[in-house]
């Protein structure tokens, strides 16, 4: 018992003592929660029920999978997409610009700070019928150009552009671990500057590069706005299916269920991914 | 140099574990008041957890401290009469250098105005510009970022002010003249100093006694010359850098007899009750060519390296055996021997030393 | 030394990508600013003619007042306590070392890599659950969920950096634990506890997900754009878009311009441990 008492008198552990208890009742609680509700009967309301798997077998018998097919598929088009985007600019941050990259990192950061909402708006100001792509090849060229919205590929340009900061920023920790004088080295050995990349850059900016491609997939993967607003109904998300479910349906069992396969499919790779990384290393260098 | 022999700063059969590691076993200690008393030992020695012991920041597991008859155990380290100068400086990078050395002051309360005469003196004593006091501590160089450590330090007014190896990351010529000026401050102030270091050198240029630590355990306690000129093991003998040893068992009277091959040496003095252990040579009292022909110790060798040390010359000798012996000359003394010649080595037996196993 | 092989034209090619993928990044944002000022009701492009009356109309109705008020009040408090929090949440993260600690840091890291909306909806279950209506105080404790670990790994960020020793030596000193935190641990960790407020207060300022199933009847700035998005769209949608954006931006200026005015001593507290000469 002296060993707990001793323990709780760690500073650590003092300080960590209110967000942990805040993040336990706020995030710990809800969630499981929503394993509980999970397990009870359609359209109930309480968890005084007996637990049943009716809800998980009704994922299968509807069409719920499609809706899980088209967020898997979406969010990694858009981490593949946005690799070769931010590789560049990562690599430019973290090695060439000197002083600018304090700049760059503010520019990339600041649309960060203003509602999506009105970023993607702004998106479909542009992509419109009569809207300014559109306009300006009227006016110019006497083509139109509408369509465009309410497409996948707009839900993919508003997935690539929410989300290219949550890639650029891990990448670029990643890439400025890579010494110089490794690099230096391979080449001192014969090494093409294609190989260098593959066998020493790459292999040790992955870290870094993992964590941003993790975070955007399972952002990009529980993402509702961008196929709303720029998709209206061309695709359906599998967060706007658990939005259905607990608001229009009043089906919470429901949505409980699929609240719970999409946080187990974000928690397995998220576990996954930190199995293999040294966060302080990362974070703080040391 | 204190005169009274009083125990001033005296630890009893201090332990410290860590679970299940022993980093400190069993050290009894007295510091005498007024003293520059430093301990020696190599990484993983345990002098750093001494140190944090006697300043207050870690516990030992047993055993007690006492400062002039007075249990220190239980007292933290912000209620100690100590003050400790850290590796890194831990100087706050936020405050001036005036704030810095200030700190203590302002901490128990003494109005600005007679914070800052003390300042002052401080600096001065430690030549530093006044003007300085506004400095940020990030403009300054190294060597005065140790300074205005110590400043900060002295302005506790401690009873007794402990060194972390605060020079080791300098390079050395501001070692060098840091450990002079170190030297100067303690007869000036006549204060206790505690230092750690790694280097034997530096504590032989500056402590009144040195107590070298292996494995959490003191081995010998000394001044500078004791511990050079009579160590008591191999260990302390070879801290020192490179020396030339043959183990040895007793041959009787002033002989020992090499255990590889059976040559004898003579000594000078053996231990009480040696039978057998390790003949140390230094390679500064060995002589190289004519001169060691009429010595009573004497081998020959063939000299295959020579490396040239600014005002020495050191030469590896293989004598026919295979042993490789390492043999220091001073520039001004003449030698015309060179690569690949035989020559004779020797020395005196009173000036090798004789450890027991 | 330059790195072998990034030849000229690769650097200029990739300022050149950078400039590209700036611009495109505030497209949008323009496209708000401008559609602000257009007379006509729905948005066309070429503008016929520019006008300033939705504007005049934004910032009398009575309604966005609400929004604003709504939001401001959510933002500020959800800044308070959060910041709060973390402060002590970053040392244990960063700064202390205890049994536990990874563990811990995978908890505060959990909520960042997590699907908003379904988080969102976790909390609207809990809060009937727990008989609590919504309204914008949970919209508060919602919010929070996110962006305490944020602005706990911002300000761990700054506090890997700082030595240890700069504590103790204070301790050493003669000072009270209390004093510590006072003289030394606060200010050098100031830069941090700024940046970290900044962050919080724009992150829950422009959320959406979390406000949407958090608010209840009430409504923030996002959620009533989003709606009139979706349907019932009136050119105050960007008009109100392009005053929150200028907000903040205003804000980020300030704080910048502030920080140049007091940057002298605090840029150098950034490196604790210099080299020597």
């Not at chain 1, 990339?108 to 300006?136: C, H, M, Q, Y």
């Not at chain 2, 109005?111 to 300054?140: F, H, I, S, W």
């Not at chain 2, 003949?279 to 190289?288: A, C, F, N, V, Y």
């Not at chain 3, 009430?218 to 959620?223: A, G, L, R, S, W």
Request: charged share 15%; glycine share 8%.
């Amino acid at each position: 018992m002296s060993k707990l008492a001793g323990w709780l008198k760690n500073p650590g552990v003092l300080a960590a003592a209110p967000a942990s208890i805040f993040l336990l009742v706020g995030f710990a609680g809800p969630l499981l929660m929503v394993l509980g509700y999970s397990f009870m009967p359609s359209k109930t309301f309480a968890l005084n029920s007996v637990p049943t798997l009716e809800n998980y077998l009704s994922v299968v018998s509807d069409s719920y999978y499609i809706s899980f097919f088209w967020s898997l598929f979406l969010a990694a088009l858009t981490v593949i997409l946005l690799f070769p985007i931010c590789y560049p600019i990562a690599y430019g941050m973290a090695k060439l610009f000197g002083k600018w990259a304090n700049l760059v990192t503010a520019f990339v950061a600041i649309p960060l700070l203003i509602s999506e909402n009105i970023r993607l708006f702004g998106w479909v100001l542009v992509f419109l019928k009569g809207g300014i792509l559109d306009g300006t090849l009227q006016s110019l060229l006497g083509v139109s150009a509408s369509g465009l919205l309410y497409t996948v590929p707009a839900i993919v340009l508003g997935l690539v552009y929410v989300y290219l900061p949550f890639m650029l920023f891990p990448m670029v920790i990643g890439i400025s671990m890579v010494p110089d004088s490794l690099k230096e080295a391979a080449f001192d050995l014969g090494a093409s500057r294609w190989q260098v990349f593959r066998e020493v850059e790459l292999p040790l900016a992955m870290p870094g590069i993992l964590i941003g491609a993790i975070l955007t997939f399972i952002l990009a993967m529980g993402s509702l706005a961008e196929s709303k607003i720029l998709g209206g109904q061309a695709v359906v998300m599998i967060a706007d299916d658990i939005e259905s479910a607990f608001t229009f349906a009043q089906n919470w069992p429901k949505g409980s269920v699929l609240s719970v396969m999409l946080i187990a499919l974000s928690g397995l790779i998220v576990f996954v991914l930190f199995r293999r990384i040294d966060l302080d290393q990362i974070i703080g260098r040391r | 140099m204190g005169e009274s022999n009083s125990s001033f700063l005296e630890l009893v059969g201090i332990t410290k574990k860590f679970g299940d590691f022993v980093a400190v076993s069993e050290i009894d200690l007295a510091i005498r008041e007024g003293e520059f008393f430093t301990l020696v030992g190599p990484s993983g020695s345990g002098k750093t957890t001494m140190i944090r012991m006697l300043v207050g920041m870690d516990q030992p597991t047993s055993g007690d401290i006492r400062l002039n008859g007075e249990l220190l155990n239980g007292v933290p380290a912000n209620k100690r009469p100590t003050c400790m100068v850290f590796q890194s400086l831990a100087l706050f990078p936020h405050k001036s250098v005036g704030e810095n050395i200030e700190f203590s002051m302002k901490i128990a309360g003494m109005d600005p105005a007679r914070r800052r005469t003390r300042a002052n003196e401080l600096l001065q004593q430690l030549r530093l510009p006044l003007d300085y006091y506004y400095k940020g501590v990030n403009q300054c160089s190294g060597g005065e970022r140790q300074r205005i450590a110590l400043a900060r330090a002295l302005a506790f007014d401690p009873k007794i002010l402990f060194f972390d190896e605060p020079l080791s990351s300098l390079d050395y010529r501001l070692r060098k003249t840091l450990e002079k000026e170190l030297k100067d401050i303690h007869r000036e102030t006549g204060k206790t100093f505690v230092y750690i270091t790694h280097s034997l050198e530096e504590a032989m240029v500056m402590s009144d006694r040195i107590g070298i630590m292996r494995d959490g355990r003191i081995v010998q306690v000394g001044t500078p010359n004791e511990i050079y000129n009579h160590p008591r093991d191999k260990f302390v003998a070879q801290f020192m850098g490179e020396v030339n040893t043959i183990d040895v068992d007793d041959a009787g009277g002033h002989e020992v007899c090499s255990k590889a091959d059976g040559v004898i040496y003579k000594v000078h003095r053996k231990p009480d009750g040696f039978k057998s252990g390790h003949l140390i040579i230094r390679p500064e009292i060995m002589k190289i060519g004519r001169v060691a022909s009429k010595l009573p110790n004497k081998l020959k060798g063939v000299v295959f390296n020579d490396y040239a040390l600014g005002s020495r010359v050191q030469y590896q000798v293989r004598a026919p055996n295979g042993v490789n012996w390492l043999v220091e000359r001073l520039q001004d003394v003449p030698f015309d021997g060179k690569l690949n010649d035989t020559v004779d080595l020797g020395w005196r037996p009173e000036d090798s030393i004789l450890v027991k196993d | 030394m330059k790195t072998a092989g990034s030849s000229h034209i690769a650097r200029k090619l990739i300022w050149i990508w950078t400039y590209a993928v700036i611009v495109f990044l505030y497209i949008p944002m323009f496209a708000v600013i401008l559609a602000s000022f257009s007379t006509q009701r729905y948005f066309r492009f070429p503008i016929q003619s520019f006008t300033t009356k939705w504007y005049t109309k934004t910032l009398e109705s009575l309604s966005v007042r609400d929004l604003l008020w709504t939001s401001i009040s959510v933002a500020a408090l959800v800044t308070v306590f959060s910041v709060l929090l973390a402060f002590f949440g970053a040392l244990a993260f960063a700064r202390y070392d205890w049994k536990g600690r990874k563990l811990y840091q995978r908890l505060v890291l959990l909520p960042i890599f997590f699907p908003q909306a379904v988080l969102g909806l976790a909390l609207l279950l809990w809060f009937s659950a727990l008989g609590i209506t919504t309204s914008w105080q949970t919209a508060v404790f919602a919010h929070m969920i996110w962006i305490v670990p944020i602005v706990i790994l911002i300000m761990s960020i700054q506090a890997y950096s700082f030595d240890p020793a700069l504590e103790e030596a204070a301790f050493d000193l003669g000072a009270t634990r209390w004093q510590v935190l006072r003289e030394v641990t606060l200010p050098i960790l100031a830069p941090g506890v700024i940046s970290g407020s900044i962050f919080a207060f724009l992150l829950s300022w422009g959320n959406f997900p979390l406000s949407l199933f958090s608010t209840g009847a009430d409504q923030t700035v996002p959620e009533w754009l989003y709606a009139k998005m979706v349907s019932g769209y009136t050119p105050m949608v960007p008009t109100l878009g392009s005053l929150t954006m200028s907000g903040a931006v205003l804000m980020l200026l300030l704080v910048y311009l502030f920080w140049l005015a007091t940057g002298r001593r605090r840029r150098q507290a950034q490196n604790s441990v210099s080299s020597d000469d």
